[in-house]
């Protein structure tokens, strides 16, 4: 990270006030667009330099587009496309009379495209103002001026005793904060395996052991509310339905590592996540849960929640933190791990919303219980998954690892829609390999999947139906690759573009070229986004050459 | 701490990393966003190289980046490192309107990396010149953002004048609120200039001196 403004910035803002990111964020809700007073304004109240706020303003979604008197955002995520391959994206355009990213001459409307509002259930989405709609009509109902709220379907759990659909109660901490010193608790959650469940599956325990050992002060826990992977809401059902899980996942995870403060990064495509996050928040501290000498424990431990602004990259990790410092939300290369020097500079330990989830339940029930909730598999705990539209039973599961992914697309959420045969699945998120119906049959397991191609990632499971052009799913991934491309290491800021130009122009692809480029991406980039994205282009060259238009 | 380059052994300070092992042992690894003055920043990833662990798993890493341990095994001539490193460069000849004048290290890292053309095409940097300063010149079309005048103005001369600006292939560079180097906090330093590996900013002399000078350079670097 660029350690002098990390430095400016830890130096004049003071905790909890509002970021560059969140200062900009709100002029461009209040005016429509930023002007070069706006920018001077952020710079003087942060203390940042006038050229680094500019800096910030030109990279997120929400600040880079004009804002009519009504803003409407289209879901440009992957779910929205195997609903529609596209259409509700130019209806909405040609009914509103506006192209994505631009205003209308009299200030009346303005479209824009954002990935993803994690409607995916429910697909198309579109969000008018605050008010989030999806499913048929969806496009027509905007045009008409009557958008409605969209429900969300109840999450479900295939295990005997759910565990991450629970609502947290907050009697983890308690018990914990009653029997075990920190460095037990810690030895606890890595008997239990936990692992990250953002995608990289990194030990959680092991983290915590960097950060702890990390000589400072003050550390810092970090929950990576940033789900950008188009096709999951996951951690958007977690922050919005089971908040106090996630609060207290933080708190015992603060505990473990001698942590004194929690931040939430809140991607600003879920406007409903913050509000729910801070209503429990304001309950825990009523509870003495949150706050100074939790129940009389001597540990004290607070949280506070920062909005983002639209990027996908946000989700790395030294992105999200460039991202809470109010900075530009690119990638750092590593060493130092945030573990290390993060947040301000200190010790920060950064986990996915799910990862948090799971520390409770491992306090509850013990690591060998836990490790247990998947029997068929050498993965501990259990996973939440979500479908698309395309399913029968859309919505978010918990399953136990192991079962086939036949089981879960075919039992669970009950086949497609229509009768409709799966033709792939796309798993985990964008950079998730793609199953071809042939190999369902795969275990929903780390080591399978691997085997296949694919991964675990995240959870989601994203069905295209067997009307889905193969060659316009490369071209929809690699627009979304290349637009998220943080613009930092070369391979990434390049590459993924060539990448897409190879499909969306008319002429055939190139094969060779193409794998020189996606050899180029996986061996350099710098983060996950360049080295992840090849994996389902990988996919598509070895399950449906026929259908890429290849040379 | 000893560490092995190309069959050599070396030794190095604690932390030291892989790029200074192997410069310490003579070896040539190019690079594009490195500039010894500043922090490695790791972007370019010009300067992989083969590492051979002592846990005996093979990777390719950016060497500016990756710190040296004890015992490690590096190999600058690693072939995948090597291609995937041409291939890089390729994918910056294709972003650039023209090829680099000759006099510029970007073209000195096409020379020495054996980079014949690129086999990508596609879009490239619009040309968008500043020349409001009396002695400083934007060439935007040819940033390649390296980050490197962004980073000599915050961590040579604390100015913090410049900054990244916009994401993915149209991320670029801009002094201030993109006004321009006078309309910034700009102190005249020449920091960046001296730093940029394209003329993307240069001195408006050297840009006329290079402009008379290197006509032939324009197509092949």
Not at chain 2, 51 to 77: F, I, K, L, N
Not at chain 2, 200 to 209: P, Q
Request: net charge negative; proline share 6%; glycine share 12%.
């Amino acid at each position: 990270m660029p350690g002098n403004l990390v430095q400016l910035a830890s130096r004049h803002g003071s905790p909890g006030s509002p970021t560059v990111v969140e200062l900009l964020s709100a002029a461009v809700r209040e005016r429509g667009v930023l002007t070069d007073d706006d920018i001077r304004a952020a710079a003087a109240t942060t203390g940042l330099p006038e050229a680094t706020v500019h800096g910030v303003a030109t990279f997120y979604d929400d600040l880079r587009a004009p804002r009519g008197r009504r803003h409407v955002r289209v879901c440009t995520g992957t779910a929205c496309f195997a609903a529609t391959g596209g259409a509700h994206e130019h209806e909405l355009q040609a009914g509103l009379g506006v192209a994505p990213g631009e205003r209308a001459a009299d200030g009346s409307v303005s479209l824009a495209e954002t990935v993803c509002l994690g409607f995916c259930h429910s697909a198309p989405a579109v969000r008018d103002g605050d008010v989030i709609d999806a499913g048929p009509g969806v496009v027509e109902r905007v045009l008409a001026d009557c958008a409605q709220d969209a429900g969300e379907p109840a999450a479900r759990s295939l295990l005997p005793e759910p565990a991450l659909t629970a609502a947290g109660d907050w009697s983890a901490l308690p018990a914990v904060l009653a029997r075990l010193d920190p460095e037990q608790f810690l030895e606890q959650v890595a008997d239990a395996g936990l692992c990250g469940r953002g995608g990289a599956w990194f030990p959680a325990a092991q983290k915590w052991r960097f950060a702890r050992a990390a000589p400072a002060q003050q550390r810092y826990i970090v929950a990576n509310g940033d789900e950008g992977d188009p096709g999951s809401y996951i951690d958007k059902h977690l922050m919005e339905r089971s908040p106090a899980l996630v609060l207290e996942g933080m708190a015992l995870a603060g505990y473990a590592v001698g942590a004194g403060e929690g931040v939430v990064l809140v991607r600003s495509e879920y406007p409903g996540s913050r509000p729910a996050l801070e209503a429990a928040i304001e309950a825990a501290r009523a509870a003495g849960l949150l706050g100074e000498d939790i129940l009389g424990s001597g540990f004290s431990f607070d949280v506070r929640v920062v909005d983002g602004a639209g990027s996908y990259v946000v989700g790395e990790e030294t992105a999200l933190l460039a991202c809470v410092h109010g900075l530009r939300g690119t990638v750092s290369a590593r060493p130092p791990f945030p573990a290390e020097r993060g947040l301000y500079g200190l010790p920060t330990v950064v986990h996915n919303i799910e990862t948090l989830a799971n520390v409770p339940v491992i306090a509850a029930r013990g690591a060998a219980a836990y490790r247990d909730l998947s029997p068929l598999s050498r993965y501990g705990g259990s996973k939440l998954v979500c479908f698309n539209e395309r399913f029968v039973r859309p919505g978010v599961v918990e399953v136990p690892f192991g079962v086939t992914v036949r089981e879960l697309c075919e039992g669970v959420a009950g086949g497609l829609v229509d009768g409709r045969a799966i033709k792939a699945v796309q798993i985990g998120g964008p950079l998730g390999g793609i199953l071809p119906a042939s190999l369902l049959g795969t275990p929903f397991d780390g080591a399978p999947l691997a085997a296949a191609g694919c991964m675990v990632g995240h959870g989601s499971i994203l069905a295209f139906d067997d009307r889905t052009d193969m060659r316009a799913v490369a071209r929809h991934l690699l627009a979304f690759g290349a637009d998220e491309s943080c613009g930092t290491c070369f391979p990434c800021r390049i590459g993924l573009r060539r990448a897409h130009e190879e499909f969306a122009s008319p002429r055939a692809v190139d094969r060779t070229r193409l794998e020189a480029l996606l050899e180029t991406l996986e061996v350099a980039s710098l983060c996950a986004h360049g080295s992840g994205m090849p994996a389902p282009i990988r996919s598509l060259l070895e399950h449906f050459p026929g259908e890429l238009g290849l040379a | 701490m000893r560490v092995t380059v190309d069959g050599s052994a070396v030794v190095v300070e604690p932390g030291a990393s892989v790029l200074e092992a192997a410069r310490a042992a003579g070896a040539a690894v190019p690079t594009l966003c490195f500039d010894e003055r500043m922090a490695p920043f790791g972007a370019c990833r010009v300067c992989l190289v083969g590492v051979h662990g002592p846990d005996g798993a093979d990777t390719v890493v950016a060497s500016c980046t990756t710190p040296c341990r004890e015992g490690m095994v590096v190999d600058t001539h690693d072939p995948g490192a090597r291609r995937v490193a041409r291939a890089v460069v390729e994918l910056v000849l294709s972003e650039l309107p023209a090829a680099p004048a000759r006099h510029t290290e970007l073209a000195a890292v096409v020379r020495d990396l054996g980079v014949d053309g690129s086999r990508w095409s596609g879009a490239v940097h619009a040309e968008r010149r500043d020349t409001r300063h009396p002695y400083l010149a934007f060439q935007h079309e040819l940033c390649i953002s390296c980050g490197r005048c962004v980073r000599a103005c915050d961590e040579i001369q604390g100015a913090f004048a410049l900054t990244a600006v916009g994401r993915g292939f149209d991320a670029n560079v801009a002094a201030g609120i993109d006004a321009g180097f006078r309309d910034s906090a700009c102190v005249s330093c020449g920091a960046c200039a001296d730093t940029c590996p394209t003329d993307a900013i240069t001195e408006l002399s050297l840009l006329a001196i290079a402009g008379a000078t290197e006509d032939d350079s324009a197509s092949s670097p």
